[in-house]
């Protein structure tokens, strides 16, 4: 005679709700800090917002897109760095397809790192190897987005932004790289834990230091190319809806545009960082109706159109995972 295991229990239904209904209120509150909040900060309706916008062609939207999915490519060598043996056509698959997840719920770069984490493994990628990318690969897209305000601090000065800023900046990177010696050294850990756990943390450890030390070049020189790309994809979008910036301004806005994303009271930031943007460039002189057109339409390329590219990405692989 024969028993079988009682089935394993799963997450209580109220936690279920609520990670529900925290999606939901996280979604309304992006919406509303877009429709209601940009116009109040730029002091512009969505008239005349919708009047600039329309002024953008078809043959510049093309370029437009072109010049997001160059960047988009770039990215690709962030993660085949971070993870020796992936394809760069299988690093674009995993960026879309995490970055789909990130972009629909609150905190979604843990439901996003369970996306690439599937799709990887079906490719013949161990748990540790997958482990070690995102550990490395996270803290090298951090790490770019923190420099940036750097970058535009030491171009602008410490006016345009204020101290505050200036010393968060500074807080945050400093942090970030005190995070990067303990995720690839990991000894205080693998000293508390024992048996299996260890030497989990001990293996990972040295993979870590290993990725680290083999791909910092080509990781790095991704994540370079990438935010180049990035800059020049947020000034072309100003420029066809006729907003004229500098290059420090224009620094200082995709700083403040990219820090932003890290929000996450919102997915992917969404809302506060067009608002942050806006009111960055209103502060500048810029004149406000073109400034919010460029800066929403920035935000179609790097946040919704990742949506359906990430989903096209996910059924692709579920398609060839289907037929292998």
């Known amino acids: 005679m024969t028993t079988t295991a009682p089935a394993r229990p799963g997450p ?9 209904g925290a999606s939901v209120a996280s979604l309304a509150l992006a919406v509303w800090l877009v429709v ?3 116009p109040t900060v730029s002091g512009v309706d969505w008239a005349s917002i919708g009047a600039q916008m329309s002024d953008v062609g078809p043959v510049a939207l093309l370029g437009l ?16 760095g971070s993870m020796p043996g992936l394809r760069n056509t299988q690093a674009f698959s995993l960026n879309a397809a995490g970055s789909a997840v990130s972009n629909l719920i609150p905190f979604g770069g843990a439901a996003g790192v369970a996306v690439t984490a599937v799709m990887a493994a079906s490719w013949g990628h161990s ?10 690969s ?13 970058v ?6 410490a006016a345009v932004f204020g101290q505050g800023v200036l010393a968060a900046t500074l807080g945050t990177a400093a942090a970030l790289a005190a995070v990067v010696i303990g995720l690839t050294r990991l000894r205080w850990l693998s000293g508390v834990l024992r048996g299996r756990a260890r030497r989990f943390v001990v293996r990972l450890r040295r993979q870590n230091a290993a990725v680290v030390r083999n791909g910092w070049s080509k990781m790095t020189l991704g994540m370079v190319a990438y935010l180049l790309l990035q800059a020049l994809l947020m000034w072309c979008c100003l420029a066809v809806t006729g ?3 500098s290059l420090p301004a224009l620094i200082a806005a995709f700083a403040v545009s990219r820090l932003l994303t890290l929000a996450v009271i919102t997915p992917g930031g969404f809302g506060v960082s067009e608002n942050g943007t806006i009111a960055l460039l209103v502060a500048l002189g810029t004149p406000a109706a073109p400034a919010v057109a460029g800066v929403l339409l920035f935000a179609v390329f790097t946040f919704l159109a990742e949506i359906p590219l990430g989903g096209a990405a996910w059924l ?3 398609v060839r995972r289907a037929r292998t």
């Open 36 to 38: 209601a909040m940009v």
């Open 127 to 136: 748990v540790r190897a997958i482990t070690t990318s995102t550990i490395v």
């Open 152 to 157: 535009a601090l030491a171009i602008q000065g």
């Open 138 to 150: 996270g803290l090298w897209n951090a790490l770019g987005r923190v420099a940036l305000p750097l």
């Open 12 to 20: 209580p239904r109220w936690r279920t709700w609520l990670r529900l």
């Open 243 to 245: 907003t004229e910036l």
């Open 65 to 80: 897109t072109a010049l997001w999915l160059a960047g988009l490519w770039a990215y690709t060598y962030v993660l085949t």
């Open 316 to 318: 692709n692989w579920s």
